[in-house]
């Protein structure tokens, strides 16, 4: 081989050499980043002014002071199931992540033959970090102001009521379906949905008579236009932002107790650096007695201290005691 050939074959080798080693080094530098580096993206399974995306919304505005600017990224679709499937699917490097809540890890999977997702397996749940409590709304045109009233009105018109939900499967759906139970087996009709929205609409103009919706900031204005009438709300206790409710259990149904318990989750896979950043902003976060006041104001109450461990466990106490009741409702179409 003539001279001439051989340093050039040595150049091309150096050549690449080097462009291996820039590259190599690139993809060090790309993986050492400092997270988050860009804007993350927060998947939310429901419309606007939806109970997710109001509290999504609400966490996104704070986050963003302890992380990153977040882009709020709605989903709406089959009570939650299509965005929770899209984000259970997504690149496992925190910049894709989820409002999950009681519905999209509790309740919609087992009622499905063939779920697109585990709640468990596909999803890491970084910090639980707000509940919003189910309530008893019915339509003001009704003879009733209490929860007693109802259902004996209920009782004496077998059939004759119906009651909506924002989807089959959905917990304002299976709440409907506990409070008929507990109440002694109501004839009331169930009407699903696509969204609570639809549903409170037809709540209002007297389509429907019943509704088991979150009490949060949206339904408690209504409520005092007179526009739909809160029986009661299923939690432990009287609400701190509506203290003027009483709660199920008040009317003789102690066990009518629904709540939605809100957190940020992940795609399973996620680097535990990345988890231990977010928890840790999230505690941050929820130490913050100016937040917890906001949350309270949208009707929903904070919870403080949930990591990871604590978080998944409480998704798990709650699926102990909601499959009974979805199985008891049968398969969802």
């Not at 939310?44 to 109001?54: E, F, L, M």
């Not at 409002?99 to 468990?120: C, E, M, R, W």
Request: glycine residues 8%; proline residues 8%; neutral net charge.
């Amino acid at each position: 081989m003539r001279l001439s050939e051989m340093l050039m074959n040595r150049r091309e080798v150096v050549t690449m050499g080097g462009a291996a080693l820039g590259l190599a080094g690139l993809r060090r530098s790309r993986a050492q980043e400092a997270y988050p580096a860009r804007p993350i993206t927060l998947v939310v399974p429901s419309a606007p002014a939806g109970v997710h995306d109001v509290i999504g919304r609400a966490w996104a505005e704070r986050a963003r002071f302890r992380l990153a600017t977040i882009v709020v990224d709605n989903r709406p679709g089959a009570g939650g199931l299509i965005a929770t499937t899209e984000a259970a699917h997504a690149k496992p490097d925190g910049y894709t992540l989820l409002i999950g809540s009681t519905t999209t890890q509790v309740l919609i999977t087992p009622a499905l033959a063939k779920p697109p997702y585990d709640p468990f397996r596909d999803f890491v749940t970084i910090a639980a970090f707000a509940t919003s409590s189910t309530s008893i709304v019915v339509t003001p045109s009704l003879p009733v102001t209490t929860l007693a009233e109802f259902i004996a009105y209920a009782k004496a018109n077998p059939g004759k009521l119906s009651f909506g939900s924002a989807a089959n499967g959905s917990i304002t759906h299976l709440t409907g379906e506990l409070f008929k139970k507990l109440a002694g087996g109501l004839d009331i009709v169930h009407v699903p949905y696509k969204g609570i929205g639809p549903a409170m609409n037809d709540l209002i103009s007297g389509h429907i008579a019943m509704l088991a919706p979150n009490l949060t900031g949206q339904a408690l204005p209504l409520s005092e236009a007179g526009k739909i009438r809160v029986l009661a709300v299923n939690a432990p206790a009287r609400l701190v932002v509506a203290p003027q409710v009483p709660t199920s259990a008040e009317a003789g149904l102690p066990d009518m107790i629904s709540q939605t318990t809100f957190a940020i989750c992940a795609p399973v896979g996620l680097p535990k650096p990345i988890v231990d950043q977010l928890a840790e902003a999230i505690r941050e976060m929820m130490a913050d007695q100016e937040f917890q006041q906001q949350l309270m104001r949208l009707g929903f109450e904070p919870l403080v201290g949930y990591g990871p461990e604590e978080s998944e466990r409480l998704f798990r106490e709650q699926t102990a005691r909601w499959v009974p009741i979805i199985r008891a409702v049968g398969p969802i179409n």
